[in-house]
């Protein structure tokens, strides 16, 4: 079962069921198109993770890390299903980045690999928006990485269960596939990543983990259209605007 966090046509939040064309909550049924989908979750932070796929390592001619490189990015950057972003204007390079998200269930602090699952709630899609220009001079990536919605995320939370351990992600502009991957090729698992993030600090319920882009991050220009397909969960869908 997909769960989805939604506005329904009053105005209120919801958190109800997905169902492709419609949704669900308690007794009443929404079509999609009358209802506005929120990000699945409402983190405190999100967690990123850099360079977790070798072949990305190597479109950045950067060395792959011994341990998780992690960065955060702060909840102004989250966007939803369906939304328009607006993008920084006046920079040479804002890339697209398919990533795999898993979102926290519990309170988790100092948790082992071994035990890292029975601290997920699920798995989304999320678009690690990363503007170049800024990252490539900066240290801590604050503009490169943290700026207005730069991690559209969603549609849906698919529980753990309903993602395959070789899930396929999928990155597509203007119907063009840009990224392609599996699950397989992530450098540290998400069980070693819960454990390396939380001996540093707690995640709290609904907070993010973003594992890392594989290769074929490209610039986007205005007007472009994204599609993320995660196998499991289904397809996060949103446009860009760059003033």
Request: aromatic share 4%; glycine share 8%.
């Amino acid at each position: 079962m997909h769960r989805v966090r939604f506005q329904d046509p009053a105005g209120s939040t919801r958190d109800g069921t997905w169902h492709g064309d419609h949704v669900t909550f308690g007794d009443q049924t929404y079509d999609i198109n009358t209802v506005s989908i929120l990000p699945p979750s409402n983190p405190t932070k999100i967690v990123c993770v850099g360079l977790n796929y070798a072949d990305h390592a190597k479109e950045r001619n950067k060395d792959i890390p011994d341990r998780p490189l992690l960065f955060l990015k702060p909840p102004n950057t989250l966007a939803g299903h369906g939304d328009t972003v607006t993008l920084p204007a006046n920079k040479d390079r804002i890339d697209h980045e398919a990533e795999l998200a898993v979102i926290i269930g519990t309170q988790a602090r100092n948790v082992s690999a071994d035990d890292a699952m029975e601290y997920v709630a699920g798995f989304t899609c999320l678009n690690d928006l990363s503007n170049r220009d800024d990252q490539d001079r900066e240290q801590n990536w604050v503009r490169g990485k943290g700026f207005d919605n730069a991690a559209p995320m969603g549609p849906v939370l698919a529980t753990p269960d309903e993602v395959p351990d070789d899930a396929t992600v999928e990155l597509r502009v203007n119907g063009e596939i840009r990224q392609s991957s599996t699950r397989t090729e992530l450098i540290f698992s998400i069980p070693e990543l819960i454990e390396e993030i939380t001996t540093y600090m707690t995640l709290e319920p609904g907070d993010v983990i973003s594992t890392g882009t594989t290769s074929g991050v490209a610039a986007l220009v205005d007007g472009d259209h994204i599609d993320i397909t995660i196998e499991g969960i289904g397809t996060l869908t949103h446009d860009v605007r760059i003033p």
